[in-house]
Nanobody, 122 residues
Framework: QVQLVESGGGVVQAGGSLRLSCEAS????????WAWYRQTPGMEREQVAS????????NYADSVKGRFTISRDLAKKTLYLNMNNLKPEDTAVYYC???????????????WGQGAQVTVSS
C-alpha cells in the first residue's frame, strides 16, 4: 500500500513563489505517472501538471505553463511542484496523485495525497 503525504502549502503574495512536496511511502513500481491537481470550492478537480516515468515527458495546463515546474527525486521518493509568479487565481487546494502499474496489462493503482492549501493574496 502506498501513502502520499503533502507539505509546503501556505499564504503568499501575488508574484511570489511556493514549493509543494509529496512524499511517497510503500512500494513504487517502475511504470508510473505522477500528477498535481488543484480544486476550488464548487469546482471540479483540475490537473495542472503531470510527468510519466515511461518517457520522462511533462505536461502542464495552459494556465500554469511557464510558471510551474513538476519534478521528482527518486531517491527521496518525493514529487515536487515549484510555483513561481503566483496569481490570486492559483488559490486552491493542491493534490498530488500517483498512478502506477505493477503489471502493465492491468489497470493502474491510484493514490492521492491529503491536499495542501495554497492561498495567493493580491
Amino acid at each position: 500500500q502506498v501513502q502520499l503525504v503533502e507539505s509546503g502549502g501556505g499564504v503568499v503574495q501575488a508574484g511570489g513563489s511556493l514549493r509543494l512536496s509529496c512524499e511517497a511511502s510503500g512500494t513504487l513500481y517502475a511504470l508510473q505517472t505522477w500528477a498535481w491537481y488543484r480544486q476550488t470550492p464548487g469546482m471540479e478537480r483540475e490537473q495542472v501538471a503531470s510527468m510519466s516515468s515511461a518517457d520522462g515527458s511533462r505536461n502542464y495546463a495552459d494556465s500554469v505553463k511557464g510558471r510551474f515546474t513538476i519534478s521528482r527525486d527518486l531517491a527521496k521518493k518525493t514529487l515536487y511542484l515549484n510555483m513561481n509568479n503566483l496569481k490570486p487565481e492559483d488559490t486552491a487546494v493542491y493534490y498530488c496523485k500517483l498512478s502506477q502499474w505493477p503489471r502493465n496489462w492491468e489497470p493502474p493503482h491510484e493514490y492521492w495525497g491529503q491536499g495542501a492549501q495554497v492561498t495567493v493574496s493580491s
